[in-house]
C-alpha cells in the first residue's frame, strides 16, 4: 500500500486548504483512514479519523473547523480545514489501517495503531 498525500501549502489565519491522500496498491483493507499532523519539536497528533461507511472521529482542537471524508471509489481520503490557524501550522500525516482488533475512537487516534504511512506535505498558517 502506498499513501500520497497533497494540498498542503501556505495560508493566511482564518483561510481554507484541502488536503488530498491518494491510495494505491492493495486497498481494499484500508478501514481505517487518518490525518495526523506533527509540529517541530512536538508528538505526532491524530486530527481525525474516519471509518469505511464514513463514521468520524475529531480531536478537540479541530473539532468544528476540519471536515475529513474518503471516496472509496477513487481510493482517496480528505481533509477540509477551515479557520486555519497559526497552531495549525504542521507536517500533515496520511495512515491507513484494516480492521483488525478493537480501539475505541480515541486509542484510532494513536500513531502506534497505524500501518501505512505517506510522507506528509506541509501546512503554514501565518498571523
Known amino acids: 500500500v502506498q499513501l500520497v498525500e497533497s494540498g498542503g501549502g501556505s495560508v493566511q489565519s482564518g483561510g481554507s486548504l484541502r488536503l488530498s491522500c491518494a491510495a494505491s496498491?492493495?486497498?481494499?483493507?484500508?478501514?481505517?483512514m487518518a490525518w495526523f499532523r506533527q509540529a517541530p519539536g512536538k508528538e505526532r497528533e491524530g486530527v481525525a479519523v474516519i471509518d469505511n461507511y464514513g463514521t468520524t472521529s475529531y480531536a478537540e482542537s479541530v473539532k468544528g473547523r476540519f471536515i475529513i471524508s474518503r471516496d472509496n471509489a477513487k481510493n482517496t481520503l480528505y481533509l477540509q480545514m477551515n479557520s486555519l490557524k497559526p497552531e495549525d501550522t504542521a507536517m500533515y500525516y496520511c495512515a491507513a489501517r484494516p480492521k483488525v482488533g478493537s480501539y475505541s475512537w480515541a486509542g484510532l487516534r494513536e500513531v502506534y495503531v497505524y500501518n501505512y504511512w505517506g510522507q506528509g506535505t506541509q501546512v503554514t498558517v501565518s498571523s
Open positions: 496498491g492493495y486497498t481494499y483493507n484500508l478501514y481505517y
